[in-house]
T-cell receptor
């Protein structure tokens, strides 16, 4: 499967714990995005990378959230001191280099986080 | 006001019928537009891009009205498998090409 992959698919944690999610984009896609989706809502942008550089962060991304893409390939999203309000689906997307296709984003299956 | 607004539905559609719904966007500088489909507890999947001249892909037709800032999707000859949430998506043309999603319109096709 050459699509975007995310791991884990599900995570249940207790309030106050730290969690880390991983995203592997489609090979050679230089842009990688993180979104969050809560029940009944559309996905909301969190942050994006072009290669290894994190170029934009939403105000939704509090200080407890940090994302990295150290080698410009896979990315990790860490949430520290989780709160019940962090419960959501965390979606990763990537987009290709090709001119004209640059803004077509392909989504991974998501990581569903439940904070108890 | 939300940046991208959609009627949440649900639109209950008899199999074989036609259904159409719109979304409105607030940023007149928005550059590109899409419809994504999302099945329950799955990731969004690109259904089609929306071009200024309108475009068709099989039973699906998308239209863009820049003057009134709305996008429409029409589904002809609805199939049971068309039951899903349809997300209206706008790229506002920022450097990062981030997407802004509407809340989705739920469509239920019934036999």
């Amino acid at each position: 499967d050459t699509g975007v992959s995310q791991d884990p698919r599900h995570k249940i944690t207790k309030r106050g714990q730290n969690v880390t999610f991983r995203c592997d984009p489609i090979s050679e896609h230089n842009r990688l995005y993180w979104y969050r989706q809560t029940l009944g809502q559309g996905p909301e942008f969190l942050t994006y990378f072009q290669n290894e550089a994190q170029l934009e962060k939403s105000r939704l991304l509090s200080d407890r959230f940090s994302a990295e893409r150290p080698k410009g390939s896979f990315s990790t999203l860490e949430i520290q001191r989780t709160e019940q309000g962090d419960s959501a689906m965390y979606l990763c997307a990537s987009s290709p280099r090709k001119q004209g296709e640059m803004d077509t984003q392909y989504f991974g299956p998501g990581t569903r986080l439940t904070v108890l | 006001r939300k940046e991208v607004e959609q009627d949440p539905g649900p639109f209950n559609v008899p199999e074989g019928a036609t259904v159409a719904f719109n979304c409105t966007y607030s940023n007149s500088a928005s550059q590109s537009f899409f419809w994504y489909r999302q099945d329950c507890r799955k990731e969004p999947k690109l259904l089609m891009s929306v071009y200024s001249s309108g475009n068709e892909d099989g039973r699906f037709t998308a239209q863009l009205n820049r003057a009134s800032q709305y996008i429409s999707l029409l589904i002809r000859d609805s199939k049971l498998s068309d039951s899903a949430t349809y997300l209206c998506v706008v790229n506002e043309g920022t450097a990062g090409n981030k997407l802004t999603f509407g809340g989705g319109t739920r469509v239920l096709v019934k036999p």
